[in-house]
């Protein structure tokens, strides 16, 4: 039986994205019509697999005027969303791409600041919808949420045998390095935040194979991911280290990999496949992901095509 998917986005965002010639001081700048997508780290998720024909719910946490248009887009695109309402108005990020330099800016600003209130009723709502699925965490935290707030949503999903994906940034992530909250199901880290962790550069595929290992022994995860940006991704667990290096593709842009990566391997898993074909999958979907424009996400057909070059090996 395939386990239910439940996505979490505390820290919404609608994305503008737009482009100029040129970027100078002091000029009004004509923008081209600008590009609108539902954002943030757990929608993203979603919308990734929905891309590749799966299917997901996802828990947004909604504010004001701008919340209402992300739920818009959410729905047009066929994502059935659970929405937690909040005080003050879902924030607004704006990207801007050079177009006589290639060069690309993003402006990502603040969401509404959480009272403990709301942040008590998510975890007892994400509790109570995902008992017995897997509960995909994906992006940053909003203003307001605590530190742990990532360890006291996997204790209440222990409790209701959920598993807990996560893929976060900055204190968020130390507390789950911490290893107080008990093992999550799946831990997914970029490179930055991979050695930034293990206080070294981690130079290979082995040696992110060594860190995610050492995060096993001390608990923190039952799975972990190293995503190493064009060289491909590392995937260790309990009895594995996999290494799946991408084919080469024309970069448009960087943006939406990690959650394409994150949403594949989260729908394989789902569906009880092994992990080499959720790692397979995976690369294949940042890699798809990569050449789409904007804050576009992996297209399903790229996907397929993509995953028979994606060679899975042990490291």
């Not at 390095?177 to 070294?200: F, H, I, N, T, Y």
């Amino acid at each position: 039986m395939m386990n239910q998917i439940w996505t979490v986005t505390m820290n919404p965002a609608l994305d503008y994205e737009t482009s100029v010639p040129v970027i100078r001081s002091r000029s009004k700048l004509r923008c081209s019509a600008p590009m609108l997508n539902p954002g943030g780290g757990g929608i993203n998720v979603s919308r990734a697999i929905r891309r590749i024909g799966g299917h997901s719910h996802a828990f947004v946490a909604l504010g004001g005027a701008v919340g209402d248009e992300v739920l818009s887009l959410l729905q047009a695109e066929g994502i059935e969303a659970e929405v937690m309402d909040v005080n003050g108005s879902t924030r607004i990020s704006f990207a801007v791409t050079e177009t006589d330099t290639a060069e690309h800016f993003r402006f990502i600003l603040p969401g509404p600041r959480l009272t403990e209130g709301e942040i008590e009723d998510a975890l007892r709502r994400i509790g109570e919808l995902a008992a017995g699925g897997i509960v995909v965490f994906s992006g940053s935290q909003p203003p307001g949420a605590p530190d742990d707030f990532l360890i006291r949503l996997s204790a209440r999903l222990s409790n209701v045998g959920a598993r807990l994906f996560a893929d976060t940034s900055g204190p968020a992530m130390d507390a789950i390095l911490s290893g107080k909250g008990g093992p999550l199901a799946v831990l997914r880290l970029d490179m930055a935040e991979a050695a930034q962790a293990a206080g070294k550069v981690l130079k290979d595929a082995g040696d992110s194979a060594e860190f995610g290992r050492d995060l096993i022994n001390r608990g923190v995860a039952e799975m972990v991911i190293v995503s190493r940006g064009s060289e491909g991704s590392v995937l260790v667990d309990g009895t594995q280290r996999l290494f799946c290096r991408p084919p080469k593709v024309p970069v448009k842009s960087e943006t939406g990999a990690g959650d394409s990566l994150m949403g594949a391997v989260t729908w394989r898993l789902a569906q009880g496949d092994g992990v080499e074909a959720a790692l397979q999958a995976g690369v294949a979907a940042a890699a798809a992901a990569v050449m789409t424009e904007a804050t576009n996400l992996c297209e399903g057909a790229d996907v397929v095509r993509l995953m028979p070059e994606c060679r899975v090996e042990a490291v």
